[in-house]
């Protein structure tokens, strides 16, 4: 009886118990677009940031800004990717000791 215990794939070990998701075993979860790239990745999967723009120039802004004026500025939600949130620096490759929610 070849392959009887045979429990997922063995072959390859499981480095994040969530498999880099999180929200438990949910099943299928909304796609979302990732900010930077435009890939589209689970929602449990991306990373979220709240990104704020502002309707006014960045140098016209400042200015306005020395004169003591308060420029609104819009909060918008938005998702990376993870090869994106590495590559802009928001998340960082953590040691395997200092990673959450590990098995071993
Ligand atoms: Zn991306």
């Known amino acids: 009886m070849l392959g009887y215990y045979y429990d997922g794939d063995l072959s390859v070990p499981k480095k994040r ?11 299928r979860s909304k796609l979302v677009q990732c900010h930077s790239c435009g890939q589209l990745v689970a929602q449990d999967k991306a990373k979220k940031f709240t990104v704020y723009t502002s309707a006014v120039d960045y140098r016209l802004a400042k200015e306005l800004r020395d004169e003591g004026a308060i420029i609104p500025r819009v909060s918008k939600i938005a998702y990376y990717c993870v090869s ?3 590559h802009r620096h928001r998340i960082h490759i953590r040691k395997k000791t200092d990673r959450k929610g590990k098995e071993r």
Request: proline share 0%.
């Open 84 to 86: 994106c949130a590495i």
């Open 17 to 27: 118990k969530s498999g880099g998701r999180s929200g438990g075993k949910r099943g």
